[in-house]
């Protein structure tokens, strides 16, 4: 999503690895995956700090949003149709 983004060409490196790294923790953090300091030190490694991450909390919450959205929407799927095989 954020590879084909308009903003892509207009920040830099840091700011979309930032981005990436934050919105991964986020959402494999809601489905419960453990990554320990796994996306701190990655934000870290390149030179991602707080400052950006706030200034880039609108980014983040909107993808994660659409992302968590879209599993919860395949979860649901998957579960009525599993139901529905159940009942045949």
């Known amino acids: 999503m954020l590879h084909k983004a308009e903003r892509r060409t207009a920040t830099t490196k840091?700011?979309?690895e930032?981005?990436?790294?934050?919105?991964?923790f986020v959402v494999g953090t809601?489905?419960?995956l453990s990554t320990?300091?796994?996306?701190?030190?990655?934000?870290?490694l390149y030179h991602g700090n707080a400052a950006l991450l706030t200034e880039s909390?609108?980014?983040?919450?909107?993808?994660s949003?659409?992302?968590l959205s879209a599993l919860e929407?395949?979860?649901?799927?998957?579960s009525r149709e599993s139901s529905l095989a159940e009942a045949s």
């Open 14 to 16: 840091t700011v979309r």
């Open 65 to 67: 949003a659409v992302i």
């Open 18 to 24: 930032t981005e990436a790294e934050a919105i991964a």
């Open 57 to 63: 909390l609108e980014v983040i919450q909107r993808t």
């Open 73 to 78: 929407s395949a979860a649901s799927a998957s």
């Open 30 to 32: 809601t489905i419960g």
């Open 36 to 44: 320990g300091r796994a996306s701190a030190d990655y934000i870290h």
